[in-house]
Every structure is written in structure tokens, then in C-alpha cells.
């Protein structure tokens, strides 16, 4: 089965375009049709019930639908579940966004969704020719770490140790993991790096520049690769990591509500995984961008059929291209991301601590105590105090605030002064990015970024 799963995803690949474009309907439809027919929430659409869905379904059918936002989710949880799932299908497992804007995004998956997050991770490490027997570091906020035995999460300090890697591990033979909180200091850091001494290291781009800064180069002279997840380094932070370790930087982008979207090939085009998902770049009305135009990304997930989710708005912004990649790849692409990019190395040490812990807090406090919560920002004063803005429905955020306040005044050391307060709405920066986290030390926005 393992076998024919990946021959599957190499097939498509190079795949002749007319194919893959029948393939794309033939899938396309069969997501939408469940939709319809079995998710209350598409189905008390009206613009649903008139669509034309036969077994194969053309992407221009989607600009005729609604985007789904991320507050559609919080308050039709239930309205997304599928009454009935295929055959053979079972609600797997669970994901609760943290550390994107607002509150968390909690998204059920099917054992096919789940299923691949193995086989795209291996697909991008395939691409990148790393070699299975090296020893992968990762470097993530405690939450998205293995947890340990008892539940809880890592401790800063402390490492994390596996047999194989992060998700390809369930399906291939692997050299081991180490894992190490991004909460740490990049000192720490560097020092288990140097201890653990592996070929490959898996981090936030974020991270991935604190750490170059801080050591002028490679953190550890055994590393052959980087990998840069979840959010995308710009260009010219790019330009830089590459020539200050003379490491080539992979990266893959995804979310906590899909999963592994699309990988960045060697022609620096990010390719959509097209059994997984189908990605859109649209303007503010939904329309199809033009090549070259930037516009919002957009996501339909084609394997989870026990909470489908379709033209879900990421809330980061593509390039829309089009012709071929010259990476020889068929597979459908879009070009630049501007994503959830923090040039961290610029703020005062601890400051990704103290981020986390207002992150953390709210993603681990239960959901009704969010209800009203849409919303939120952090921003960073030049003086080193911070502010979080609540956009909220209620007037009453007392369960969130209090909680909030204990968490910040129980640190260890003083903490710098937080303010809360409460805000209509969070505001987009220059870019039209909505960031979670802004601070007055972030350089101004690259050129191009
Ligand atoms: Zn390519």
C-alpha cells in the first residue's frame, strides 16, 4: 500500500497537463458533491443547490461559491461536519490552529487527510534528495512538538526524542528526531544544535534567521539542509541564509486546517499537491487573479470529507503564474508567498517567549471561553511593552483576560508591561497582510517580499 501511495504521487508529477486538469475535475466534483449532499453548512446555501455538479467538476465553478473564512468555522462547527462519511472513513484526529491570527481554528480530519501529511512531507524531502539515515532536528513552538508521556508539553531545556521523523516516520524507515522548543533562546539553541549535531534541521523562518544571525553562518558545521515550514522566508531573507551557510533552503507551506498545501521547487515555484488540495489566487471579489497579479490564497481540501472545506480564505496573499515551471513539473503552481513572516531576529531576546505565552494561552484555553473572540493582534512598543487587541463580539472577555494576566504575571523574571484592550477590528499591515504579531523593531517591508 505504502508503494502504491507513493507511486501515485510520482505519477502526477510530470503528468500530461490535459490529464491532470481531468484528473482535477474528477476530483473536484466528487468533493463538492459531498459537500452538498451531506454538509449542512454548504447544503442551506442557496447558490449551493443550483450549481452544476456533474462527475466532473472545472475550477471556474468554484468563483461562483462563497469563501470560507476562519470565523465561518468557529461558529458553524457542528454545520461543517458531515452527517454521513464514505465508506471506510472515520473522523482520525483533530488540529487546533496557534499562532495565526485570531482565535484558534480547530479543524477535524478523516484518516485519508491525515494520511497525508507522511506522504507530502516524503514528497518534499524527495524533491530536496535527503538522504533518510540523517538525523533531523526540529525547532517548533512547544505545542506543535510531540507531547510527552503525560500529556504535557516540552519543557524549555529539555529535548524531545523520536525514532524517525516528523510524520514520514509512520510510513518510512528514517534516521532519528530531536526536537527542541523555539521558546529557547537562540543561544540554547545553537548549544543543542552543536550537541545534537544533525545533517538536517526543520524550523520556522523566523527561526531559521535568529539562528544564522546569531552565529554568522551555520549553527553547527554537521548540517547539510534547512527547512523552512508553515510560514515562507522572503527573498532577500533567502538571498541571505543560503549564502551565510551555503546551505540550501527547502520549503514547504501549509496550514493547520489542510495540512501540507504546497512545496517550493528548485525553479522557486511552489506546486500544489493536487491529490491533497486545490489552490486559488483571487482578488477581493473572488475572481481568478491574473499571472503576476498578487491576490489572496485560497484552499479547497480534497481529502477531508469529515469536515470539507471549500475556497477557505488562508489569509496569506500569492503570485498568481501561469505556463509551465521549468522545473519540468506539471503539477498546478503559484509563485511568491507573502505569509505569516517575522523577522524576529530584530526584537529584544525573549520576545518570542513572551509572544508564545499570550499565543499559548489562548490556544489552550477551552473554546467557549473564546466564543467571542474573532480576532486578535500583538503588537510590540519600541520601549519593549506589549499590547494585545481583542476584536471581539462581546463586551465580556473576562475568562480570556484573566487568564492572560495570571500566565503573564507569573513569569519568572519581571515581565515587560501588557496592555489589554479591546479593538472594532485587527488591522491589515501596509502589505494587506493581517500579522499576529507586529512589533516597532521589525524593519520596514522588502521590496517584493
Ligand atoms: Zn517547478
Not at 93 to 108: A, E
Not at 192 to 197: D, G, I
Not at 232 to 239: A, H, P, Y
Not at 390 to 401: G, V
Request: aromatic fraction near 8%; charge should be neutral.
Amino acid at each position: 500500500m505504502v508503494e502504491s501511495a507513493v507511486e501515485g504521487l510520482l505519477s502526477r508529477e510530470f503528468l500530461d497537463p490535459a490529464k491532470a486538469r481531468d484528473l482535477e475535475r474528477r476530483e473536484l466534483g466528487q468533493i463538492l458533491r459531498f459537500a452538498r449532499s451531506e454538509v449542512p453548512f454548504y447544503q442551506s446555501q442557496e447558490i449551493w443547490s443550483g450549481l452544476p455538479l456533474g462527475a466532473s467538476v472545472d475550477r471556474d465553478v468554484l468563483a461562483e461559491l462563497p469563501i470560507l473564512r476562519k470565523h465561518h468555522i468557529h461558529e458553524n462547527f457542528d454545520a461543517l461536519k458531515a452527517r454521513r462519511l464514505p465508506n471506510g472513513e472515520l473522523v482520525a484526529g483533530q488540529t487546533r490552529s496557534s499562532g495565526t491570527t485570531g482565535r484558534p481554528t480547530k479543524v477535524l480530519f478523516g484518516g485519508r487527510a491525515i494520511r497525508m501529511y507522511g506522504l507530502l512531507a516524503q514528497r518534499g524531502m524527495r524533491w530536496a534528495r535527503f538522504d533518510p539515515t540523517w538525523k533531523q532536528a526540529v525547532i517548533r513552538l512547544p505545542q506543535n512538538l510531540p507531547r510527552r508521556p503525560d500529556g504535557s508539553v516540552l519543557a524549555d531545556g529539555d529535548a524531545h526524542r523520536s525514532r524517525g521523523w516528523m510524520y514520514v516516520r509512520h510510513w518510512f524507515h528514517t534516521g532519528t528526531m530531536v526536537g527542541f522548543n523555539r521558546t529557547n533562546s537562540a543561544e540554547a539553541q545553537t548549544e543543542w544544535l552543536q550537541k545534537e549535531r544533525a545533517q538536517y534541521l526543520v524550523t520556522f523562518p523566523g527561526s531559521l534567521e535568529t539562528l544564522v544571525y546569531a552565529c554568522q553562518g551555520k549553527p553547527v558545521d554537521s548540517l547539510l539542509a534547512l527547512h523552512s515550514i508553515s510560514a515562507t522566508l522572503t527573498q532577500g531573507m533567502r538571498d541571505r541564509v543560503e549564502s551565510a551557510t551555503g546551505l540550501t533552503v527547502h520549503q514547504s507551506y501549509g496550514l493547520n486546517e489542510i495540512g501540507t498545501v504546497a512545496l517550493r521547487c528548485e525553479a522557486g515555484r511552489y506546486h500544489v499537491n493536487p491529490e491533497h488540495c486545490l489552490v486559488e489566487i483571487v482578488d477581493e471579489n473572488g475572481s481568478p487573479c491574473k499571472a503576476g497579479e498578487t491576490g489572496r490564497i485560497v484552499v479547497t481540501g480534497l481529502t477531508n470529507f469529515v469536515m470539507p472545506l471549500i475556497r477557505y480564505d488562508t489569509g496569506d496573499l500569492g503570485v498568481a503564474v501561469d505556463g509551465a515551471c521549468d522545473c519540468g513539473r506539471t503539477l498546478p503552481s503559484f509563485g511568491t508567498i507573502v505569509g505569516r513572516y517575522r523577522p524576529m531576529q530584530y526584537t529584544p531576546e525573549g520576545t518570542a517567549r513572551h509572544v508564545n505565552i499570550i499565543q499559548a494561552t489562548i490556544a489552550e484555553l477551552p473554546l467557549e471561553a473564546l466564543s467571542g473572540l474573532r480576532e486578535y493582534q500583538i503588537h510590540q512598543f519600541r520601549d519593549g511593552s506589549f499590547e494585545l487587541r481583542l476584536a471581539t463580539k462581546d463586551e465580556d472577555n473576562t475568562r480570556l483576560t484573566d487568564a492572560l494576566r495570571q500566565v503573564w504575571d507569573a513569569q519568572t523574571d519581571v515581565p515587560p508591561p501588557l496592555r489589554i484592550l479591546r479593538v472594532g477590528e485587527v488591522l491589515p499591515t501596509s502589505g494587506g497582510k493581517q500579522q499576529e504579531f507586529t512589533s516597532d523593531f521589525f524593519p520596514p517591508i522588502e521590496e517584493g517580499s
